[in-house]
C-alpha cells in the first residue's frame, strides 16, 4: 500500500511542479509548505495513525465489524524530506534553494504566552483540543464510512489516545516540510 501511496505522491507532485513552472517567470520563487513524515519511525507521525488505532479499538470491542474497517481507506500521503527532494530533482523545472523540515506541537499555542502561567492545561485539555480538531477535519468522510452513531464513541477514544501519548512522550510534534524553490531559466 505505502509504494501505491507513493507513486501516486509522485505523480501528482511532477504534475503540480510542472504546472507552477508555467505560470512562474524564470528566476522566480515559489515557497511550499504541507505535512510530511518523518524519518524516525518510533514517533507518532501522522493524525490517521490516532485515527486507525482508535478505530481498532472499536473493532476490538464488536463497535464496528472488521469488513467494514478493511475497506475504510484514508487517501493520504505525508512524504518524507528525500521523498520529496528527489521529486524536484527528478521534474526539473526548479532549483531546490532549502528544503526542511519544521517540528511544530499538535497542541501548539494551548499554553498561552510563556509568561502566563495561569493558562497551563493538562494533558486531558490537550487530549480534548487535539480531538476537536481531528474531528473537524476527518468527520465527515468518517461518519459517511461508519455512520453517525459511533462518531462520539471514535473520537473520545481518540481523545484518550492523545491524554495517553502525551504522558508517554511529553512532546506531540508534527513534521511540517517547508520548501523554496527558485524557477530554473
Known amino acids: 500500500m505505502h509504494k501505491a501511496y507513493l507513486e501516486q505522491f509522485q505523480r501528482d507532485f511532477i504534475q503540480f511542479l510542472k504546472s ?3 505560470e ?13 513524515r518523518s524519518e524516525d519511525t518510533s514517533e507518532m507521525r501522522t493524525t490517521c495513525e490516532l485515527i486507525d488505532m ?23 500521503y505525508d512524504p518524507s524530506i528525500e521523498e520529496v527532494k528527489q521529486v524536484i530533482e527528478e521534474e526539473g523545472s526548479f532549483i531546490l534553494h532549502k528544503l526542511e ?16 502561567n495561569n493558562n497551563k492545561v493538562d494533558e486531558n485539555m490537550r487530549g480534548k483540543i487535539v480531538a476537536k480538531y ?7 468522510l468518517l461518519k459517511a ?11 473520545l477514544r481518540l481523545e484518550n489516545k492523545v491524554v ?4 508517554e512522550i ?8 517547508a520548501i523554496s524553490l527558485i524557477k530554473n531559466a
Open 20 to 22: 507552477r513552472s508555467e
Open 24 to 36: 512562474l517567470v524564470p528566476a522566480g520563487g515559489m515557497l511550499l509548505t504541507f505535512l510530511g
Open 54 to 76: 482508535s478505530l481498532k479499538d472499536l473493532l476490538l470491542e464488536n463497535l464496528i465489524d472488521k469488513a467494514t474497517l478493511e475497506c475504510f481507506n484514508l487517501p493520504n
Open 101 to 116: 523540515t519544521i517540528y511544530q506541537d499538535w497542541d501548539a499555542n494551548m499554553n498561552g504566552s510563556a509568561n502566563d
Open 134 to 140: 481531528l474531528r473537524a477535519v476527518y468527520e465527515p
Open 145 to 155: 464510512h461508519f455512520g453517525e452513531l459511533i462518531m462520539d464513541e471514535l473520537f
Open 164 to 167: 495517553q501519548l502525551v504522558k
Open 170 to 177: 511529553r512532546v506531540f510534534k508534527f513534521p511540517t516540510l
